[in-house]
């Protein structure tokens, strides 16, 4: 079955610092990719997403993720964390009818 | 566009009550979606529907029931709410063709004690 695996449940890291966060997928054919942020109390904004082609995707704010077909991976980068980015983070992959299967999230804190 | 709206935004219920959430989306797309999040975990499927008079089970669909009369509206009915239920609700649509972005609400918090 289809599903996506963020092995990390909590970050933290300085503000400045760069920043990667994990995801990992399991589906047999090339999948539709996605990475949210969800700030507190709030609802889901789509950072950036892949479907196919150029591996290395840019998103809204400064984000980045990289899917390697050979470690069924797609983790989110960013080189620069600034405080504002704390937040909650889902990886989630696109089935039949555009379903969307959800990782746990990460949930990154910021210091300054 | 409103892009996708779900009311209410808080509720609390008792047990055994029942209530509707509402969602609405006025982008025209056919493919609706209801998910659930709860403390410390992803947003899990519970119905979908890809056109008017067409739904389907999600991951999680016990204790729930949709409807889609409209391509607008797709409203998610608690029939018998129990604590179990307690989470944040979220209504999410997206185009038949295209990027396959889901567009999602605001999400509807209830609480069931």
């Known amino acids: 079955a289809q599903s996506v695996t963020q092995p990390d449940i909590h970050i933290t890291v300085s503000e400045g610092a760069s920043l990667e966060l994990r995801c990992n997928y399991s589906?047999?054919?090339?999948?539709?990719l996605f990475w949210y942020v969800q700030s507190p109390g709030q609802g889901l904004q789509l950072l950036l997403k892949?479907?196919?082609?150029?591996?290395l995707v840019q998103g809204i704010k400064g984000f980045e993720a990289e899917f390697k077909r050979s470690q069924s991976s797609f983790n989110l980068r960013k080189p620069s964390v600034h405080w504002s980015d704390a937040a909650e983070y889902f990886c989630?992959?696109?089935?039949?009818?555009?379903?969307?299967?959800f990782g746990a999230g990460t949930r990154l804190a910021v210091h300054p | 566009n409103a892009g996708v709206t779900q009311t209410p935004k808080f509720r609390i219920l008792k047990i055994g009550q029942s209530m509707t959430l509402q969602c609405a989306q006025d982008?025209?797309?056919?493919?609706m979606y209801w998910y659930r999040q709860d403390p410390g975990m992803g947003l899990k499927l519970i119905y979908y529907?890809?056109?008017?008079?067409?739904?389907d089970k999600g991951e999680v669909p016990n204790g729930y029931n949709v409807s889609r009369s409209t391509t607008e509206d797709f409203p998610l009915r608690l029939e018998l709410a129990a604590p179990s239920q307690t989470s944040v609700y979220f209504c999410?649509?997206?185009?038949?063709?295209?990027?396959?972005?889901?567009?999602f609400g605001p999400g509807t918090r209830l609480t069931v004690t």
């Open positions: 989630a992959s696109s089935g039949g009818y555009n379903k969307l299967i």
């Open positions: 589906y047999g054919a090339t999948p539709y």
């Open positions: 892949y479907f196919s082609g150029d591996t």
């Open positions: 982008m025209n797309h056919n493919y």
């Open positions: 529907s890809v056109g008017a008079g067409i739904t």
């Open positions: 999410a649509s997206t185009p038949t063709s295209g990027s396959n972005e889901q567009y």
